[in-house]
């Protein structure tokens, strides 16, 4: 599953931030979902919980966050809101839109112990 290898990669990197900010207890975990990213919240949440089981972010909270998708036109030259991947330009309708941001999942921010 998409989502497991996901969380399993967030973990992979609170493991890694712990040996270099030295911490040993991720109390809350923030993440950003982009809205193209097809990532289900209540997917995630159900397989973070299991990934993190063990680990320094057992049982830590987890704040899910959508952020919006973002193209750049090349009719308009300009960046546009998007919400699916294969919209059309909401000013001019081309389909020349390169993809900016919205469809990857990170971390916004940690709280820790
Ligand atoms: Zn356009």
Avoid: K, N, W
Avoid at 1 to 19: I, K, N, P, S, T
Avoid at 101 to 112: A, H, K, N, P, S
């Amino acid at each position: 599953m998409h989502e497991l290898a996901l969380c399993q990669g967030v973990v992979d990197v609170l493991r890694e931030q712990a040996e270099v900010h030295h911490f040993d207890r991720v109390m809350t975990v923030r993440l950003e979902i982009g809205a193209l990213s097809c990532v289900s919240a209540e997917a995630i949440e159900f397989c973070f919980a299991a990934v993190a089981r063990g680990t320094l972010a057992d049982g830590c909270r987890l704040e899910l966050s959508r952020i919006p998708g973002e193209a750049f036109c090349l009719d308009c030259s300009d960046t546009v809101a998007i919400s699916e991947r294969h919209d059309a330009c909401p000013r001019c309708a081309g389909h020349r839109l390169q993809l900016l941001r919205g469809d990857e999942m990170r971390i916004r921010d940690l709280e820790v112990a």
